[in-house]
């Protein structure tokens, strides 16, 4: 292949990528998830990456004990995290398809259910030196 045409379509290329990234980047920003407890005492609204946006409490909530209520905004903020990852999930399939980028997106979302339990990471500091995580690309 000549060298000029081998870099006119590298730099398509590049292109191309720099819209798809653009574009994912735009669509992941708007991105959010909403829930609400099954009895209807809280509603959360979560941003993209998880963070709690808002937070309602109907007069219904005030009838729970603290620790209930405490228990019942962490699942419902949780059920909101899992709707705003699998929204980012569907947006990332679009621009980089199935296969190890994916997997990763996947296993960082907020939220999901990975999080309810011990993660692989969580070791001492001194432990995550000596043997850190593998990294993919």
Do not use: C, H
């Amino acid at each position: 292949m000549d060298p000029t045409e081998w870099l006119r379509n590298y730099q398509k290329t590049l292109a191309r990528a720099s819209a798809n990234a653009k574009a994912a980047s735009e669509n992941l920003s708007q991105v959010g998830g909403t829930a609400t407890s099954p009895r209807g005492e809280v509603a959360v609204e979560v941003g993209p990456s998880g963070a709690l946006e808002s937070l309602d409490l109907t007069p219904a909530s005030r009838a729970l004990e603290a620790e209930q209520l405490a228990q019942l905004i962490l699942a419902t903020a949780r059920q909101a995290q899992r709707a705003a990852g699998a929204r980012v999930v569907e947006i990332m399939t679009d621009y980089v398809g199935e296969g190890p980028a994916l997997e990763v997106v996947k296993r960082n979302l907020p939220g999901s259910p990975a999080e309810d339990g011990p993660r692989p990471d969580d070791r001492e500091d001194d432990q995550y030196f000596i043997d850190p995580p593998e990294i993919t690309s």
